[in-house]
T-cell receptor, first 114, second 115 residues
Framework: EAGVAQSPRYKIIEKRQSVAFWCNPI?????LYWYQQILGQGPKLLIQ????????DSQLPKDRFSAERLKGVDSTLKIQPAKLEDSAVYLC????????????FGPGTRLTVT | AQSVTQLDSHVSVSEGTPVLLRCNYS??????LFWYVQHPNKGLQLLLK??????LVKGINGFEAEFKKSETSFHLTKPSAHMSDAAEYFC?????????????FGIGTKLQVIP
């Protein structure tokens, strides 16, 4: 079974530029998560999709971050405009919809904002 | 409300000695509990999980954890530390609430193994 795919793996941009990350979850997984992990901290949930609907985006900075999950499969996370404090690893994870199922994580995208 | 508290941000042990990483949780619903490991510059990997079956859960690489409802704890243990265990460990609580699985991460415990 293929794992969670993310691209790009690394991205360096200047502040005020825009950037987009892509995630392809494990086939059949209804739930998809985007996390932000700042160096030395634990993952912080940004947004959670169930199929193609948003179930939790309470910690998403909506003035600059947006995300979508078209057709309940792939997802993109966008930052526009980026700030220095957005430098982090962006993790995508997926899980099946059944209660108690673990999350499977992608390798992450390391974003550096200069 | 749902929360996870990892009681130690850093733990240091000598190689060959036992490991104990502590985790307490709070959940209004019957939770599932997980431990994930993250090696430097690597992705998150599931170590073990508890989902209302046996309270003593065995995971990969010799780790195990015991779910204690009365103490709201899910501590991670290993009898003998290996150098390759040096990593960051995250305790995670998950509960079905409001029609979806709500997941909460702890802040992580960094395990150092001294040769």
């Amino acid at each position: 079974e293929a794992g969670v795919a993310q691209s790009p793996r690394y991205k360096i941009i200047e502040k005020r530029q825009s950037v987009a990350f892509w995630c392809n979850p494990i086939s059949g997984h209804a739930t998809l998560y985007w996390y932000q992990q700042i160096l030395g901290q634990g993952p912080k949930l940004l947004i959670q999709f169930q199929n193609n609907g948003v179930v939790d985006d309470s910690q998403l900075p909506k003035d600059r971050f947006s995300a979508e999950r078209l057709k309940g499969v792939d997802s993109t996370l966008k930052i526009q405009p980026a700030k220095l404090e957005d430098s982090a690893v962006y993790l995508c994870a997926s899980s099946s919809d059944r209660e108690g199922r673990e999350q499977y994580f992608g390798p992450g995208t390391r974003l550096t904002v200069t | 409300a749902q929360s996870v508290t990892q009681l130690d941000s850093h733990v240091s042990v000598s190689e060959g000695t036992p490991v104990l990483l502590r985790c307490n949780y709070s959940s209004s619903y019957s939770p599932s509990l997980f431990w994930y490991v993250q090696h430097p510059n690597k992705g998150l990997q599931l170590l073990l999980k508890y989902t209302s079956a046996a309270t003593l859960v065995k995971g990969i690489n010799g780790f195990e954890a015991e779910f204690k409802k009365s103490e709201t704890s899910f501590h991670l243990t290993k009898p003998s530390a290996h150098m390759s265990d040096a990593a960051e460990y995250f305790c995670v609580v998950s509960a079905y609430s409001g029609g979806y699985q709500k997941v909460t991460f702890g802040i992580g415990t960094k395990l150092q193994v001294i040769p």
